[in-house]
T-cell receptor, first 114, second 113 residues
């Protein structure tokens, strides 16, 4: 079945450490997105990519970095500059670069601080 | 500026009774509107979408939503709640001139036996 795979499901970060969250899709979608979800809040956009080798900052990009070297993959790095990284991170993809088509979501990665 | 307001952060219903989740939006353009559901520690699943066709939209699992432009609302309903409907629901707005989705704050639904 086609879908989005996020790994790992749980991740722990030490102070000063960079960690990378994986997102892979086999839906042949052009656009991919990273969101952060905090308890009791909606999703906030971190980065998005509408095509390979191109990406844009979302609303809360500071302390994060991404790459889009392959259509299927859109990894997110949480850097040591992100002082409050504890959250649930969701990756999504869609066929339409204009964001009017529904997005398909992975099952998320929960990041915590050690 | 575009915004989405879900009027209830929590809704509690008894199994077999109707569910109503309220969503209001503000947008200067013709919006596309979505409802998503999220079960604990899972991603979001699309329930239904409105994209300027019929104002009454039917979705999966017996849910439906009505787009009312005059009230700038897109409320989600289900005639009879099931225990499996216990989850968090998000109203989401997109618009043709924009480049990202705007999420409501979510409504957590509790279904009592």
């Amino acid at each position: 079945d086609g879908g989005i795979t996020q790994s790992p499901k749980y991740l722990f970060r030490k102070e000063g450490q960079n960690v990378t969250l994986s997102c892979e899709q086999n839906l042949n979608h052009d656009a991919m997105y990273w969101y952060r979800q905090d308890p009791g809040q909606g999703l906030r956009l971190i980065y998005y990519s509408q095509i390979v080798n191109d990406f844009q900052k979302g609303d809360i990009a500071e302390g994060y970095s991404v790459s889009r070297e392959k259509k299927e993959s859109f990894p997110l790095t949480v850097t040591s500059a992100q002082k409050n990284p504890t959250a649930f991170y969701l990756c999504a993809s869609s066929t339409d670069r204009d964001l009017n088509q529904p997005q398909h979501f992975g099952d998320g990665t929960r990041l915590s601080i050690l | 500026a575009q915004s989405v307001t879900q009027l209830d952060s929590h809704v509690s219903v008894s199994e077999g009774t109707p569910v109503l989740l309220r969503c209001n939006y503000s947008s200067s353009y013709s919006p596309s509107l979505f409802w998503y559901v999220q079960h604990p520690n899972k991603g979001l699943q699309l329930l239904l979408k409105y994209t300027s066709a019929a104002t009454l939209v039917k979705g999966i699992n017996g849910f439906e939503a009505e787009f009312k432009k005059s009230e700038t609302s897109f409320h989600l309903t289900k005639p009879s709640a099931h225990m499996s409907d216990a989850a968090e629901y998000f109203c989401v707005v997109s618009w043709a001139a924009g480049n990202k989705l705007t999420f409501g704050g979510g409504t957590r639904v509790l279904v009592k036996p």
